[in-house]
């Protein structure tokens, strides 16, 4: 297959490196399509693609029903702004209620931006009912909410916090799946807890039994807000439309975005109604949150997940075969410690650095992820396939075989 760009590789790559900031390790391909779950390079070279643009393209690259949903919203309304009513914009809110705990939505362009939303609704529900001194919110150990200064700070990895301080204040950390813990931090400054139901960035670390119930339990108790993080783990990458549903507990206000556009960027920050009444018409905005093209794109992202059930049937049964397939190899190979996830959202931990496996896979033509340097992790679209996750644990054998032969 041979894609026609409009430069050499190599120019693009030189480009690249002159133009952009400095702020990311690219590997050295240029992708310029995608289709299902295969992208294609500027030399026309195939990848499966078990990443997922950061589990973004939950459908896969370039679904029909959103590509016509962008085609036909392009044509009518790009932009109006949130001082009027955008039709687009209700209909993506009303089914996102429908279809969880919530009663009102709030829409941004990012992960981030929908916790930034999250944290300032905790902080002025709390300020307002509470007093001005209630406004900490406790989060957990290997969190990652973002990378804006607020949930740069919320976030409890100091690697991501380095030369960015001072942070802003009102945050406390507690190691992640401990409920004593959390209860000893509680302050009369405490506001609500933030926690992610799975800490993907962090090696896909699950939240253990009992968790989140008796987080839920302790924040009725002392009338706290519990905000969940589902911007990697929401839209079907679990298995379920959003993780809480594994758990038997409803949050009282919700983050969305990655896979929530099918590939456009936008975030919501999801809310029950008695938390939602804080914001009133000025005390939160954003210029393009909400606005026709996301939304167009998120409602024909969402209908196509709720369509049928076979996206997130297809999640839990590819998920369920992918780590079986993984626990396999773990016979194997002695370096690999555990298999982890739920649904597609699946962690391979090793006790050996892995970014040399992520090279291997990349030019045998799989996108896979490393994290916390000694992690894979696997997000494939949610319309994988076991022929191909076949096709990767094939490579991963192969791979593990020759470079690291320790059996």
Do not use: W
């Amino acid at each position: 297959m041979v894609l026609i760009v409009s430069m050499t590789t190599q120019k693009m790559l030189e480009e690249s490196k002159t133009y952009l900031m400095d702020t990311y390790r690219r590997f050295p391909i240029v992708i310029v399509k995608g289709r299902g779950v295969k992208v294609y390079d500027s030399h026309g070279k195939e990848y499966i693609d078990f990443v997922s643009g950061i589990a973004v393209n939950n459908l896969g690259h370039c679904h029909p029903k959103v590509v016509v949903a962008l085609q036909k919203q392009a044509q009518r309304l790009i932009h109006i702004s949130n001082l009027y009513h955008i039709e687009p914009q209700i209909r993506l809110a009303k089914i996102l209620v429908e279809h969880s705990f919530a009663d009102k939505v709030f829409f941004s362009n990012s992960g981030a931006e929908a916790n930034e939303a999250a944290i300032k609704l905790a902080r002025k529900y709390s300020k307002e009912n509470f007093g001005n001194e209630r406004y900490e919110i406790i989060t957990t150990l290997g969190s990652f909410h973002g990378r804006t200064l607020a949930t740069l700070s919320a976030t409890g990895q100091e690697k991501f916090q380095k030369g960015f301080e001072p942070l802003l204040i009102g945050f406390r950390y507690v190691p992640f799946n401990d409920l004593d813990a959390l209860r000893n931090t509680i302050t009369d400054r405490t506001c609500a807890v933030m926690v992610e139901p799975i800490q993907g960035e962090s090696g896909v670390r699950i939240s253990k039994e009992g968790y989140l119930k008796g987080l839920r339990e302790i924040c009725d108790e002392k009338k706290l807000i519990l905000i969940l993080d589902e911007v990697q783990t929401g839209m079907g990458r679990t298995g379920k439309l959003f993780a809480y549903e594994h758990y038997t507990i409803e949050p009282d206000i919700m983050t969305l975005a990655k896979a929530l556009g099918g590939g456009v960027a936008i975030g919501a920050t999801l809310s029950k109604e008695k938390f939602a009444r804080a914001f009133v018409p000025g005390s939160h905005a954003s210029t393009f949150g909400g606005n026709p093209i996301a939304c167009a794109a998120a409602n024909a992202a969402v209908e196509a997940i709720l369509e049928d059930g076979f996206v997130l049937e297809n999640s839990r049964r590819m998920g369920d075969y992918f780590k079986k397939g993984l626990e396999r190899l773990k016979e194997d190979y002695s370096f690999i410690n555990e298999v982890r996830g739920i649904g597609l959202l699946i962690g391979m931990e090793l006790n050996t650095e892995c970014s040399n496996i992520v090279t291997d896979c990349l030019e045998r033509g799989f996108l896979i992820n490393c994290t916390e340097g000694n992690v894979l992790r696997f997000m494939p679209p949610l319309i994988i396939t076991e022929k191909e996750i076949d096709a990767l644990l094939d490579v991963l054998d192969d791979v593990f075989h020759r470079i690291l032969p320790e059996r």
